[in-house]
């Protein structure tokens, strides 16, 4: 008996109806994210428009504002949702140790080797994370001889003298570059030791060579992260949507920070001399790296062969390097900028900062620098730094996480949704840190915010420095839970150092800042690139 309907007929009939509900029913109105707001009419059926914004560089207002609209968590596409909160946001997914999206290995791997950063599952990452995160450890950096003396040569040496020349040159100046240099060099040398380490801010060649290099490719970013397989499958016809010089220029920097590990193992191999050329951080990952290759414990997860295991560390510290200098040399460019609009505010720092024993001073007068534990403890210059923090997060954009297998909810209490597992979701510092509820005007710099007046006897008042409650669970510029900055100690060491040599000894004050606003994305530099500041010796 023939078919009322020819089989190829039957077939297409079928193919339809099932795309028809696999790409337009399911996810409208069966998925358990249905009952989740979607920030877009489309969400719910693709991703276009999300990855739209993401390639035209405002993903991260458009998350700011769906939140705004719709609440605490929203549908971003088929598979994907953003939180906006603490409870049942940031405590359950970054709290919860969700593992790492694709989209860091996408972008994240040097040398052809993952690292801390880019690793996606928990077992090799806590395995790395556990032979390096003491060397971060504020106790470690605060007694540390090797960064003491790296700190002061940077400081006292290179910084201030040049702090000077561009004072008494009485010429406006970028200071961005200027602030990457030194961060870089801050990181580098506690990395690699000082002969080893960077020297950006002596070299001004090497400086902008650097520089260029690092950020030339920022707009390229989009597609090996968002659009892996896009990307391969363009190049393959022949479509190259990445510049061969991005490659050229991944290969540089990969060749640059090799010339520093290389340096690294050769003082390590023959002996420390001076204190500060010790590699501290190379030494103890080289070190735990032998070791762990060596050892038959069960938690070895591979044997690299010594090839394998040099460019396993050079992808490790590279990542360190640029994690460190980006993020805090953008934080330092705000902070610099918001003091510089407020001149009484410059005023009641250096005050404070002069209370250190001894003072930060240019020239031979002051030959040490004083504990980095009075530093840390001085409250309105945490203040100043939280503050920067909370409202130019360095990395402002969302950091994309999957939910488990087992699915989680997520929500506050009486408005949480079931997800299922194998969902993108992320949250945002760049949103966290606008709610005005936790934080009372929210667009407005104000270190205040956190410090609080106190009798203090005879000698009137004092203020004492206040992260707690709902301002501090907020707070989210460095993240959260297993995957939080290993390197959040040394930024605010070497934050504090650099403020506070600056601010005993100069004033600052804008001459132009156009294109200070924040660029929309993960990391968030100003978009000009520049401030152009006026400093004068006090
Ligand atoms: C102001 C300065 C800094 C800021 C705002 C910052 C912020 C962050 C944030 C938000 C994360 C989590 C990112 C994510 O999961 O998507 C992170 C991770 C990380 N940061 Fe930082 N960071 C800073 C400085 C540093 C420094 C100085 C270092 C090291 C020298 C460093 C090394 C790292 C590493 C290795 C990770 C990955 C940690 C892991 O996955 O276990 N960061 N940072």
């Not at 999957?402 to 949103?431: D, N």
Request: glycine residues 6%; aromatic residues 10%; proline residues 7%.
């Amino acid at each position: 008996m023939a078919l009322p309907i020819p089989l190829p007929a039957l077939s297409a009939l079928l193919l339809t109806l099932l795309c028809i509900y696999k790409f337009l029913i399911y996810p409208l109105f069966l998925s358990p994210l249905s009952k989740i707001p979607a920030a877009h009419p489309l969400a719910a059926v693709s991703s276009l428009w999300i990855v739209y914004k993401r390639y035209s560089f405002c993903e991260l207002a458009t998350i700011h504002d769906a939140h705004q609209r719709l609440g605490e968590v929203v549908r971003l596409g088929p598979g994907e949702v953003s939180v906006n909160c603490v409870r049942g946001g940031i405590q359950t997914v970054y709290g919860g140790g969700f593992e790492k999206h694709d989209w860091y290995p996408n972008m994240f791997t040097n040398y052809g080797h993952t690292n801390m950063f880019s690793m996606i599952t928990s077992k090799p990452h806590s395995i790395r994370k556990r032979m390096i995160s003491a060397t971060y450890s504020k106790t470690t950096l605060q007694s540390s001889a090797a960064l003491a003396a790296q700190s002061h040569s940077i400081l006292h040496s290179r910084f201030l003298p040049l702090l000077t020349r561009l004072a008494s040159s009485n010429e406006p100046f970028n200071i961005f570059p200027l602030l990457s240099a030194i961060t870089m060099d801050f990181v580098t040398c506690y990395l690699f030791g000082l002969s080893s380490g960077s020297n950006l801010l002596q070299k001004e060649e090497e400086r902008n060579h650097f520089l260029h290099l690092y950020h030339c490719r920022r707009s390229y970013n989009f597609w090996p992260q968002e659009m892996p397989r896009m990307k391969a499958w363009l190049e393959w016809f022949g479509v190259k949507v990445v510049p061969s010089w991005v490659g050229d220029a991944n290969e540089e920097i990969e060749k640059w920070t090799m010339g520093m590990v290389e340096g690294a193992e050769r003082v390590r191999e023959t002996g420390v001399e001076d204190v500060a050329d010790s590699p501290t951080v190379y030494a103890q990952l080289a070190g735990s790296m032998v070791k762990a290759s060596s050892s038959s414990s069960p938690s070895k997860v591979e044997d690299p062969t010594p090839e394998t295991e040099r460019l396993q560390i050079a992808s490790e510290l590279l990542d360190h390097l640029a994690a460190g200098f980006d993020t805090s040399g953008i934080t330092l460019v705000y902070l610099i900028h918001c003091l510089s609009l407020r001149p009484k505010l410059q005023s009641a720092l250096r005050a404070e900062l002069l209370t250190l024993s001894p003072p930060i001073l240019p020239s031979s007068s002051s030959p040490n620098l004083p504990s980095p534990k009075y530093i840390d403890a001085l409250p309105l210059l945490n203040a100043i730094v939280q503050e920067t923090l909370r409202l130019h997060a360095a990395i402002p954009g969302p950091q994309p996480r999957v939910t488990p297998a087992s699915g989680c909810k997520l929500g506050g209490e009486g408005k949480e949704f079931w997800v299922p597992g194998g969902v993108r979701c992320s949250a945002q510092a760049w949103s966290l840190h606008r709610n005005g509820e936790v934080y009372a005007d929210p667009g407005e710099w104000r270190p205040e915010r956190w410090l609080v007046e106190e009798e203090d006897g005879e000698l009137g008042k004092k203020v004492r420095f206040v992260c707690e409650g709902e301002m501090a669970r907020w707070w989210w510029a460095f993240g959260s839970g297993g995957r939080m900055c290993v390197g959040s100690n040394l930024a605010i060491y070497q934050m504090k150092m650099i403020v506070a040599a600056i601010y005993t000894c100069f004033t600052t004050s804008i001459v132009d800042d156009e294109g200070i606003e924040q660029c929309d994305l993960y990391t968030a530099p100003p978009r000009g690139n520049k401030l152009m500041v006026k400093l004068e010796a006090v």
